[in-house]
């Protein structure tokens, strides 16, 4: 009987994923992925979202339209949550409205620094989310995660997921002498600043495609980039008249893995 | 020298078909240009008819969760109000194409707009979306406004809280910052910003 209990007590500490519906359909299921956790030092969780064939979800820079997902640790306060990681994204869109992000599966990396003591057997994740295909459906949930429901299989299996997201994270774009760059700019007759990025040290061709960070000083056009053999070239409007880019930043696609890459930028 | 000439004709055309490849649309500090479009009870209305007032435009789709996120919130109309009594005309644009499954046609966005109490002059049907295409509206909401000598003065974002909270936690509404320093003969201090929302659904 003290067995059937505990089995009983224990099941009911696993997080249940959560599923996303439409239409009475289960679209998107939310889920949170943990390796080994070693109580006084740091970890990193992975925010696991499978979606059905069709809908997508955002890249932190979700492009034209869109929503990132964005995490926040709840009823831990000796963990602080650092910056999540987004794994490199593809296109998706039309030539008009060009948005950036994930089909199917992403997992998202949350690492998590312990400020004191040790880490909680139980926190709480809050997510929210927009997933997209003909229409939009933005979510809302928070996910309960119990170190005592960690068993060795479990662990095992997250992992293993972990490992394959991480691969998938953007690389240093030194690791591709993408740091040996930069950019000029000029001004376009429409009030538009034209940007030209020159890579010195790379391999003719070999870049496929520029994926800009966000930025709160300028808005990208971003149906204009354009890679050719020398490098990249935009167009990109200062939000407040008078403003110049000093850098760009985003990652460099050298087919579907990206390099991160902060440009300096002057006028031409 | 016919051959030549129309060799030389027709590698014009080839360029020229590349050049315009991408629509020509408005940018901000150049004129708006006129447009005509049905309101929900039929009635053509002008952009022209409005001339000599500032025009404020909001691209609208009932059922993206960033435009209902700003009417339950109460934002949307509010900002409309508050626009509308100082004499500002607000034109709402609708450029879903009608058999997308989030479609509201003239008698839905009637019944969802009167529910959901818009302040707005106007409600538009941009059916066949060329004016969202002239105007290059990306998101639902894209908001532009128009300067009382007729010039694009702002383009973008409604506010800074870039959610589907209908902006609980803006801290600056651009609508409000522009049609302000516009009244108060000031530059328009930030005249882009990039849109968020749903995209436009051409």
């Known amino acids: 009987m003290k067995s059937v209990l505990t089995f009983l007590f224990l099941a009911m500490m696993v997080s249940e ?17 943990s390796g080994a956790i070693t109580p006084t030092k740091p970890f990193t969780l992975g925010i696991h979202l499978k979606m059905e064939q069709g809908w997508h979800t955002y890249w932190k820079n979700p492009g034209d339209a869109g929503l990132p997902l964005s995490a926040e640790i709840l009823d831990a306060p000796n963990l602080s949550a650092g910056a999540l990681r987004f794994p490199t994204p593809h296109k998706i869109g039309t030539s008009d409205i060009v948005t950036y992000g994930y089909e199917e599966e992403v997992v998202y990396t949350l690492p998590v620094r312990l400020l004191s003591g040790i880490v909680p ?15 939009c459906l933005p979510a809302a949930t928070t996910l309960d995660f119990y170190l005592d429901s960690l068993t060795s299989d479990r662990v095992k299996d997250d992992q293993k997921l972990l490992d394959r997201w991480t691969a998938r994270l953007p ?8 740091d040996k760059a930069a950019a000029t700019y000029t001004f376009n007759k429409d009030g538009s600043i034209q940007v030209f990025a020159k890579f010195f040290e790379i391999v003719s061709g070999i870049i496929t495609d520029f994926f800009p960070d966000a930025s709160d000083d300028f808005t990208i056009d971003l149906a204009s980039i354009k890679v050719t053999d020398e490098g990249i070239s935009m167009s990109m409007t200062p939000n407040k008249p008078g403003t110049v880019p000093t850098h760009l930043s985003g990652i460099v696609m050298i087919g579907t893995s990206g390099y991160e890459v902060d440009i300096p930028a002057a006028k031409q | 020298m016919v051959m030549k000439f129309w060799t030389i004709a027709t590698l014009l055309l080839v360029s020229a078909s590349f050049i315009v490849a991408r629509p020509i649309t408005v940018t901000v500090g150049n004129p708006a240009p006129d447009f005509s479009l049905q309101n929900l009870e039929g009635k053509t209305i002008k952009l022209s008819d409005y001339k000599g007032k500032i025009v404020v435009l909001e691209w609208i789709n009932p059922g993206c969760p960033f435009v209902k996120g700003h009417y339950s919130s109460g934002n949307m109309q509010s900002i409309q109000k508050e626009m509308t009594a100082k ?6 644009i609708n450029s879903t194409r009608p058999d997308h499954p989030e479609a509201y046609n003239a008698t839905k966005s009637k019944a969802i707009l009167g529910e959901w109490k818009s302040n707005a002059t106007e409600n538009l049907m941009d059916e066949d979306r060329t004016v969202g295409h002239l105007f290059n509206a990306k998101t639902t909401p894209h908001i532009f406004v128009i300067g009382t000598d007729g010039m694009l003065r702002y383009s973008g974002a409604i506010d800074d809280d870039r959610s589907v909270d209908g902006g609980k936690k803006a801290t600056v509404n651009y609508i409000r910052q522009a049609v302000g ?22």
């Open chain 1, 17 to 33: 994923p959560f599923a996303q519906t439409y239409k009475d359909h289960q679209i998107v299921f939310a889920s949170i992925a």
């Open chain 1, 121 to 135: 057997k139980h926190f709480r994740i809050k997510l929210n989310w927009l997933v997209c295909k003909d229409v």
């Open chain 1, 171 to 178: 690389q240093p774009g030194s690791g591709f002498n993408l």
């Open chain 2, 87 to 92: 004499g500002i005309v607000w034109l709402t």
């Open chain 2, 181 to 202: 320093e516009i009244m108060t003969n000031k530059e328009v201090s930030v005249t882009t910003t990039a849109p968020y929302g749903c995209s436009v659904k051409y």
